[in-house]
């Protein structure tokens, strides 16, 4: 059951990313990127089997900001991207504070949700600083690396460049995470093993992201071609002395 939840979040995570690009451009992928890290953030702490292999939760989530910033590469700029990645990283931040802060409040007598609050938030610190430091570095090097890529091919093959900057960037980021956030807490082996299948899924999710990439190319085509439709109507409608 649990490789079929993952298959639907990586549907809807990516259709998600899409859909928000789609609707809201910059300011929505922008938006998903910071929701994503924090949830990400968050789903981390919880370990499940896969199979024969364990896994950490966060892994789609954490793989979608890489789509975010190469759509946000490829439609928008480089830039766009490297703000992506600087927006995010405050957000996730202010998650940190805030997640602290939570923690001083006494509970009265009514709380039910304290506890469990507590032993989320009670390894949140290191692997947040950990999962942050590694986000901030790893897709920060996805955006140089998509854009090195797209210039020396002159902008062909997205496909490739999308796939190699996706890969090595969340392959390195999965071994210096794992080291970072686990090793004290679990043994090391099971932190390499986390690493290993981390990155084998990673893969398998970045060959995922492509068509989602071509996707939103093929909406960004289309609706430029009905935008240069629409100002050819008005122009040929004000020659005409027709009001727009």
């Known amino acids: 059951m649990n490789l079929l939840y993952g298959i639907i979040e990586l549907i809807i995570c990516f259709s998600g990313v899409v859909l928000m690009d789609r609707l809201f451009g910059k300011a929505g992928l922008y938006t998903w990127m910071a929701i994503a890290v924090i949830f990400a953030n968050i789903q981390v702490s919880k370990q499940i089997d896969l199979g024969m292999l364990s896994v950490s939760l966060g892994n789609v989530f954490f793989a979608s900001t890489y789509l975010a910033t190469d759509i946000l590469n490829e439609k928008y700029g480089a830039e766009s991207g490297r703000t992506a990645v600087k927006l995010s990283a405050a957000a996730l931040v202010l998650y940190i504070f805030f997640a602290q802060i939570t923690q001083l409040f006494v ?138």
């Open 107 to 244: 509970p009265n007598t009514y709380d039910t949700v304290d506890e469990s609050m507590r032993n989320v938030f009670a390894m949140s610190v290191r692997i947040t600083a950990a999962s942050g430091l590694m986000f901030i570095l790893s897709n920060w090097g996805d955006v140089l690396l998509y854009q090195h890529i797209k210039e020396k091919t002159g902008g062909k093959y997205m496909w490739f460049r999308n796939n190699v900057s996706t890969i090595v960037c969340n392959c390195l980021e999965n071994f210096a995470f794992a080291i970072l956030a686990f090793v004290g807490t679990f043994p090391l082996s099971y932190c390499i093993q986390i690493a290993l299948t981390g990155s084998v899924i990673e893969i398998t999710i970045a060959a995922c992201d492509t068509p989602f990439l071509y996707f939103s190319k093929y909406f960004y085509k289309r609706s430029g071609i009905l935008l240069d439709h629409i100002n050819k109507d008005c122009a040929d409608n004000k020659s005409k002395g027709i009001p727009a």
